[in-house]
């Protein structure tokens, strides 16, 4: 979301009224990215919570005031992190959806047990590539900014992720095959 660069100065030089506007205007967004990482309202609302008190405490930090709003979800990507790593579980995300975009050509329909599966055996990194781009349609450009690596490491990691689901959806596919 494009906020105005005055409103956004006002925040960084200790505008309380300012921060508080700049936060309102991206409340649907923070709340919708929240949930679809944590899939539990409760827990949004706490990684939204630390987020905008994370915020407010390091706003004075923000150099380039035309990314707040990356800025800000990347500070939110970090709380979610921190709530599924206490509660010791994987990136939810739509198997269907996910699938969709992925666009897996092939004979096979995939399960989603299968996408699970696939997607658990990803190391982190490259699960968090793969729900950005694909399930969130974060550009490149800019999940390079959220996880803080260049964009050729987004572009390796996504081409390796994909790569290995790949693999591994036709490899879960063969076992069952052979199961059945």
Not at 13 to 28: I, Q, R, T, V
Not at 71 to 86: A, G, H, P, Q
Not at 87 to 106: S, V
Request: charged share 30%; proline share 1%.
């Amino acid at each position: 979301m494009k906020h105005d660069i005055q409103i956004v100065k006002k925040a960084v030089k200790g505008d309380s009224e300012a921060f508080e506007s700049l936060l309102l205007n991206e409340e649907k967004m923070l709340y919708y990215k929240a949930l679809s990482l944590l899939r539990n309202k409760e827990d949004a609302l706490d990684a939204i919570q630390e987020t905008a008190y994370h915020a407010y405490q390091s706003i004075r930090q923000l150099r380039q005031y035309e990314y707040f709003s990356t800025w800000l979800f990347r500070i939110l990507i970090r709380e979610c992190y921190k709530v599924l790593k206490k509660r010791d579980r994987l990136i939810p995300y739509e198997e269907q959806e996910l699938l969709r975009k992925l666009e897996f050509t092939g004979e096979v329909t995939i399960e989603s047990c299968y996408l699970n599966e696939a997607l658990s055996k990803l190391n982190s990194s490259y699960q968090t590539v793969i729900i950005l781009f694909y399930y969130h349609d974060i550009s490149i450009k800019d999940i390079s900014k959220i996880i803080d690596k260049p964009v050729s490491t987004v572009k390796t990691h996504l081409h390796r992720a994909k790569k290995t689901l790949k693999f591994e959806l036709e490899r879960s596919y063969l076992i069952h095959e052979n199961i059945t």
